[in-house]
């Protein structure tokens, strides 16, 4: 059984946001997936389904960025899970635009959502790491992270988004390199043209 997370902030205002990239990367896993609808369980919008023949949680936290980890640690409370299970997809600031990494264990990199995980559940879980790119100016992030993507950058988001369902068979049975390869020659053409503008 494994546990995916999506990082973002509950509510209409937010649902477009560059923060909010982890519930579009699990409302499009739900709607690819899953025949039950979200419900409002474990402090989030939760649901469970299968993939591969796999069971598979998925898990909206609704306790905003900065309490991600509570909603997170009872979903692993009920099922009794371990930190190993759990995969949290978020933005990332320390990458471009439409780049995606993993990474299990290390710090949280000033990320309040991956902050609160960790201190609810360690280090132990993997990370999706989905690039957002850096406004340039530290003092500009919190209004960059919170602004809505450009028109510019939908269609690198939507083929991102898209890949990341489409081969989530790959992450789950632990076939890494094949996931970010996939997703990258997906992804690349769009990011280069955006890039060029």
Do not use: C
Request: glycine share 10%; charged share 25%.
């Amino acid at each position: 059984m494994i546990l995916l997370t999506g990082l973002g902030n509950p509510g209409e205002k937010f649902k477009n946001n560059r923060h909010n990239i982890g519930f579009m990367i699990a409302d499009q896993i739900a709607k690819h997936y899953f025949s039950q609808p979200f419900r409002s369980k474990f402090f989030g919008d939760f649901s469970e389904g299968k993939v591969n023949d796999d069971r598979v949680l998925l898990l909206k936290p609704a306790t905003f960025m900065n309490n991600s980890g509570q909603s997170v640690m009872a979903v692993m409370n009920y099922f009794r899970l371990s930190s190993e299970q759990v995969i949290v997809f978020h933005d990332e600031l320390d990458l471009e635009s439409g780049k995606i990494r993993l990474k299990r264990g290390g710090g949280h990199g000033g990320h309040n959502g991956l902050r609160s995980v960790h201190a609810h559940i360690g280090e132990g879980y993997k990370r999706v790491r989905l690039g957002i790119g850096h406004p340039g100016i530290k003092n500009e992030v919190s209004n960059y992270v919170l602004q809505d993507f450009a028109k510019e950058e939908q269609k690198w988001l939507s083929v991102l988004i898209s890949s990341i369902s489409s081969e989530l068979r790959l992450l789950l049975t632990g076939n890494e390199p094949e996931f970010m390869n996939r997703i990258s020659l997906a992804v690349e053409p769009f990011r280069s043209s955006r890039l060029k503008l």
